[in-house]
C-alpha cells in the first residue's frame, strides 16, 4: 500500500538563499552506493546530509611580535699588548603569524538528501564562511650588530672578527570569510513513496554538491618593519695596529598573503532532481565570494651599515661585508567566487527522476 503524504505543510524557509545560480551540466550520473540509508523521513524542517557546517568570526585578531637581535664584539690592547676577538652568530627569527577566521567547512561525498514539499534540501554542500572584523599583525625586527678593535698605544695590537647570520621571517598569512567546497556524489530529490508518474509540484531548494559562500566585512592590516644597521670600527693609536673585520649575511622575507571573501567550489558528479520543481536546484555551482572592506600590507626595511677606520698614529683595518636580501612580495585576494563542478546533472521530469529512484531502491 503506497503512503500519501502531505505536502501542504506552511514549511519554514529561514536561511535559504533565493538567489544561487543553478549549473546545468550535461554529465555522468553518480552511482550512489547501496548501503546508504534511503529511507529517510521528511519532516516539517529542512533535510541536510553530509553538509559542512558554517563557520562565524566577530571581532578583531591581533597579533605584535617584536625582535632585537645586537650582537657586539670588541678587542682592546694597551700598549705592548695584544687582544683579539672573534664572534660568530647565526639567528633565525621567525615572526610568521597565520590568522584565520570564519571558515565553513568543506561538504562529504556519498551523502543522499531526500524529502518532500517546500522545505530546502542539501547534500555534501560546503559551510558558508563569515567574517566581520579585523585582522592585524604588525612585526618589527632590529638587526645591529657591532665589532670593535681599539689598539691604544704603543706596541698594541687589536685584531677582532665577527661573523652574523641572520633570517627574518615577518610576513603574515591573513584568511578570513571562505566558503567551504562542495562534495562529490552527492542526491539531493523527493521521497521515495511517490509512485512512478506522479506530478507533483515542490517548491523548495534543492542543493547537491554545492559550494559555500564566503563573504568578509572588515579590513585585514599588516605591518612589517625591518632594521638592518651593522657597525663596523677600527680604531689605531700612536704605535698601533688595529684590525677589524665583519661579514653579514641577513635575509629580511617580509612576503604577506591576504585573502578575503572566497566563495568555495562546486563538487562534481551530483543530482539534484524532482518533477514540476518551482525552488532552486543548485548543485555543484561555486559559493558567492563577497569582501567589502580594506587591505593593507606595509613593509619597511632600513639598511645602513657604517665600517669606520681611525689611524691616530698607528695603523687601523676596518673591513665589512653585508649581503642583505628583503623580499616583501604581497598577494591579496578578495571577493572571488568558487569555481562550477563537472559531471552534475538536474532534472525537472518525472520519469527520468522516477527511473532514477526506483533503480536506487531495487
Known amino acids: 500500500m503506497v503512503e500519501t503524504r502531505s505536502l501542504l505543510e506552511d514549511l519554514p524557509k529561514a536561511g535559504t538563499d533565493q538567489h544561487l545560480a543553478s549549473n546545468v551540466a550535461a554529465g555522468h ?3 550512489v552506493p547501496t548501503w ?4 529517510v523521513a521528511s519532516g516539517p524542517s529542512s533535510n541536510s546530509a553530509g553538509s559542512g557546517g558554517d563557520g562565524i568570526s566577530e571581532g578583531v585578531i591581533s597579533s605584535n611580535a617584536l625582535a632585537v637581535f645586537m650582537p657586539s664584539n670588541a678587542a682592546i690592547a694597551g700598549p705592548h699588548s695584544g687582544a683579539d676577538a672573534f664572534q660568530g652568530n647565526d639567528a633565525l ?3 610568521h603569524p597565520t590568522e584565520m577566521a570564519g571558515i565553513g567547512g568543506n561538504g562529504g561525498s556519498g551523502n543522499v538528501a531526500i ?4 522545505g530546502a534540501n542539501h547534500a555534501g554542500s560546503g559551510g558558508n564562511g563569515l567574517f566581520y572584523g579585523g585582522l592585524v599583525s604588525t612585526e618589527v625586527a632590529l638587526f645591529a650588530p657591532v665589532n670593535t678593535a681599539v689598539a691604544a698605544g704603543p706596541g698594541a695590537t687589536a685584531h677582532a672578527e665577527q661573523s652574523n647570520n641572520a633570517l627574518f621571517l615577518q610576513g603574515a598569512t591573513q584568511i578570513g570569510g571562505m566558503g567551504g567546497s562542495g562534495g562529490d556524489h552527492n542526491v539531493a530529490g523527493h521521497g521515495p513513496s511517490m509512485s ?5 509540484t515542490l517548491t523548495g531548494d534543492y542543493y547537491a554538491g554545492h559550494g ?3 563573504y568578509f566585512v572588515g579590513s585585514m592590516v599588516d605591518v612589517s618593519i ?4 651593522p657597525i663596523n670600527i677600527a680604531i689605531g693609536a700612536a704605535g698601533g695596529s688595529a684590525e ?4 653579514n649575511n641577513v635575509i629580511f622575507d617580509q612576503g604577506t598573503v591576504q585573502i578575503a571573501g572566497i566563495g568555495g567550489n562546486g563538487g562534481g558528479f551530483n543530482l539534484s532532481s524532482d518533477t514540476i520543481f518551482t525552488g532552486n536546484h543548485a548543485l555543484g555551482g561555486g559559493g558567492v565570494g563577497s569582501s567589502t572592506g580594506s587591505m593593507v600590507d606595509v613593509n619597511f626595511a632600513y639598511f645602513h651599515p657604517i665600517n669606520i677606520a681611525v689611524p691616530a698614529g698607528g695603523t687601523a683595518d676596518a673591513q665589512q661585508t653585508d649581503h642583505v636580501l628583503y623580499d616583501q612580495q604581497a598577494l591579496q585576494l578578495a571577493g572571488i567566487a568558487g569555481h562550477g563542478g563537472d559531471g552534475n546533472l538536474t532534472d525537472a521530469h518525472s520519469a527520468l527522476v522516477d527511473d532514477i529512484l526506483s533503480f536506487m531502491h531495487s
Open 29 to 31: 550520473l553518480a552511482l
Open 36 to 39: 546508504l540509508p534511503l529511507d
Open 93 to 95: 627569527i621567525n615572526q
Open 115 to 118: 524529502g518532500g514539499g517546500d
Open 196 to 200: 512512478p508518474g506522479t506530478a507533483l
Open 212 to 214: 559555500g559562500d564566503g
Open 226 to 229: 625591518a632594521i638592518f644597521s
Open 244 to 247: 677589524a673585520h665583519q661579514t
